[in-house]
């Protein structure tokens, strides 16, 4: 079975710092690890994904992400945040079970203040 | 280019009426298909997905349905809503055999 725990449903940064929002999983397979973001009213768009390879991971709009096996999880960072980063966040796993199934965490909402 | 559409956008409904969702996928074939939910404040709870026409595979019981009657139609139902069921749903698709999913923009559901 799968499962995502983000540490912090709400995270406020200022403007111009680093952002870093926590992300474990549990998976009995390797995994396949995904970040979304989720603007007011408006569905998820796809920030980055680790499959295989490079276990740092760069997105869009500056956000990269590393996958640590050792220790289950896949923080998501940007060196220095922008007023426009203000959304959800969401973490999620994937593993095929007769097709693949995607299971998300809680969501972290990102607070950028001036 | 993939798009996936789904509507309507936003949805006041009564206690004890019927509710149907569409979702549609264009420029791909064969898509695995899902449908979310997002309780205010909540995270999203995997509804249903499916893996080909008439193949639906349902996640935790509930007062929901899905049906898939054709490749790139995805449709969630309700025979008798009720106040639990207010959300906002999205739709999802990935390519067969991929491990990525793509959003659509998300219906909102209120019921009174």
């Known amino acids: ?10 995270v406020s940064v200022s403007e111009g710092a680093l952002v870093l929002l926590r992300c474990n999983y549990s998976s009995s397979v390797p ?53 426009s980063d203000a959304a959800e966040y969401f973490c999620a796993v994937s ?3 007769g097709g693949f199934k995607t299971i998300f965490g809680a969501g972290t909402r990102l607070f950028v203040k001036a | 280019s993939q798009t996936i559409h789904q509507w309507p956008a936003t949805l006041v409904q009564p206690v004890g009426s019927p509710l149907s ?14 449908w979310y ?16 026409i008439g193949q639906i595979s349902s996640e935790v ?3 929901l349905s899905a049906s898939r009657p054709q490749d790139r139609q995805f449709i969630l139902s309700s025979k008798k809503l ?19 999913i793509y959003f659509g923009e998300g219906s909102w559901l209120t019921v009174v």
Not at chain 1, 50 to 66: D, P, Q, R, S, W
Not at chain 2, 82 to 100: E, K
């Open chain 1, 31 to 83: 995994p396949y690890l995904f970040w979304y973001v989720q603007y007011p009213n408006q569905g998820l768009q796809l920030l980055l994904k680790y499959t295989t390879g490079a276990t740092l991971v760069k997105g869009i709009n500056g956000f990269e992400a590393e996958f640590k096996k050792s220790e289950t999880s896949f923080h998501l960072t940007k060196p220095s945040a922008h007023m």
């Open chain 2, 82 to 100: 009720l106040l639990s069921d207010s959300g906002f749903y999205l739709c999802a698709w990935g390519q067969d055999g991929g491990n990525t």
């Open chain 2, 61 to 63: 019981p509930q007062n």
């Open chain 1, 95 to 97: 593993s095929y079970t």
């Open chain 1, 1 to 10: 079975a799968q499962s995502v725990t983000q540490l912090g449903s709400h």
């Open chain 2, 37 to 52: 939910r997002q309780a205010a404040g909540r995270g999203l709870q995997l509804l249903f997905y499916s893996v080909g």
């Open chain 2, 21 to 34: 969702l569409e979702c549609t996928v264009e420029g791909t074939s064969n898509p695995n298909l899902y």
